[in-house]
């Protein structure tokens, strides 16, 4: 094999001899992906169709043992690294342009314990895979609530879901994981061994090193649960999302909802006379009995006159896959978010304002329910930063075709700098733009937590050798 080109870490081009790159992918049990590969294209491409990056090298690893190797190629001979898990992240952060990408999607074996209600999910598993291995003994533990998303970015960035309020966000259900370091050591990280390393990677994102596999507290769910659809008119959405909002003030931690503001697609889930009309959709989903609740639940059915009604008990893993289809691959994507202060009328008008003028009729604004098991938790016990935010505001540019781009981003970012002012700056991670203003962003977003993430950092990552992700420098005083 001839010498190949790679992008070093520092823009740079980085020659790797032809027999280095033999050696490598000769020791490889996995694959490894060249531009020349007739699946190259299908191997580099992520969710979002927004991102097309060309790297020069995708490692698939099926073990911990590629994955080592993988990671001392990339720092022995400073490449430009990228790791991938589901591949949903919106930044696109799993791929990289002329670099090297870890991919972890092989991996993706899950192994539940009943006994001790536990699960072990490999670190390229998607939420499905670990939902139905679950819900095989009855149980779960809280995930996000498209079921083809990677569990580790979700896990690593924190993780909201429809269990979140009753049993806290993902990170929040992490026992221990293996992660390989950018030493290119096997480290478990768990209350007992390296717990500085398991607060980090508790909402502190991929910048500690790579998670081979994630173990995971579950809990009894279902198997069916009682879900609550509805879409209200999209005249009457400020007076529902008032109603919601008083709901909310006393619901107990057994229900996490939400209140979207979007547009009815034309599609036969919907009745043909509300095709391309407004609605105010609230989402509920209520980790107990169904019958509980029903009960629990019937007053979000009923803040107006709704437009359809699609609430009923179901099982939990169609719960979970409800909104598998309204996020396909290749479409364009741009989100951000924000936790808010509160929910007052203000803020209402305002959502409700920007979700008049969205661009697309593919886009939201969500308001998330926060709080109950979320707010339980403090900063000794992960690096998550906004406990306390009651809501969280998800801004969800969504689109098809790439010369509508510039007006959808413009959307998203005009809605975030106007609804600013309600809320303290701190975003949620996984709904993270493209990483704009990075460094003011995270400071904000961790707050108190920061420096110990900072001192964390420059303990296993000193070089930053895991940057592409929503990236903690380390501190170079401290490196010296
Ligand atoms: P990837 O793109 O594969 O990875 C993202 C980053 O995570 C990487 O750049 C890397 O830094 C890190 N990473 C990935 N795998 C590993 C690993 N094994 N070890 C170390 N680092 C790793 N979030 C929620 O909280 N709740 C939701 O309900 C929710 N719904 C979503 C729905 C959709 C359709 C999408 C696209 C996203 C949703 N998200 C949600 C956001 C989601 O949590 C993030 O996009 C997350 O980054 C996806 O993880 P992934 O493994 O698929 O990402």
Known sequence: MSELEIRGRENGTVVLP?????????????????????????????????????????????????VVASVKLARENELLLAVRGGGHNVAGTAVCDGGLVIDLSLMDEVAVDPETRTARAQGGAIIADLDAASQAY????????????????????????????????????????????ADGRILKASETENPDLLWGIRGGGGNFGIVTSFEYQLHPIGPDVMFVFVLYHGSR????????????????????????????????????????????????????????????????????????????????????????????DGFHYYWKSLYLESLDDEV??????????????????????????????????SAVGNREAPYLLGIEANWERSEDDDANVAWARQCFADLREFSDGSQYLNFPGFYEGEDEAMRTTFGNQYERLVALKTKYDPTNLFHLNQNIKPDEKLNR
């Not at 995930?143 to 970015?153: E, K, L």
């Open 237 to 328: 959405r400020r007076e529902a999302m008032r109603a919601y909002r008083d709901y909310c003030a006393t619901a107990p931690d057994e229900v996490s909802s939400w209140a979207i503001s979007g547009t009815v697609p034309a599609t036969e889930d919907f009745p043909e006379e509300i095709h391309g009309e407004r609605y105010l959709n609230i989402g509920a989903c209520y980790a107990g009995s169904v019958e509980e609740g029903q009960r629990v639940m019937e007053p979000l059915r009923e803040l107006e006159e709704p437009m359809v009604d699609f609430s009923a008990p179901m099982p939990y893993v169609d719960v979970q896959m409800f909104l598998d289809e309204d996020y396909p």
């Open 348 to 381: 209402i008008d305002s959502v409700v304002t920007w979700a008049e003028r969205r661009p697309s009729l593919l886009s939201t604004v969500d308001v998330w329910h926060m709080g109950g098991a979320i707010s339980r938790y403090g900063a000794e016990d």
């Open 138 to 181: 009855g149980l779960a533990t809280p995930m996000g609530v498209v079921s083809d998303t990677g569990v580790a970015g979700l896990t690593l960035g924190g993780g909201i879901g429809w269990l979140r309020r009753k049993y806290g966000l993902s990170c929040d259900n992490l026992i221990s994981a293996d992660i390989v370091t």
């Open 18 to 66: 032809g027999r280095t790159v033999e050696a490598f992918e000769g020791n490889l049990s996995g694959r490894l992906v060249h531009r020349s590969d007739d699946d190259y294209d299908e191997q580099r491409a992520v969710w979002n169709g927004m991102i097309d990056k060309k790297p020069a090298l995708i490692v698939r690893c099926v073990n911990a043992d590629d």
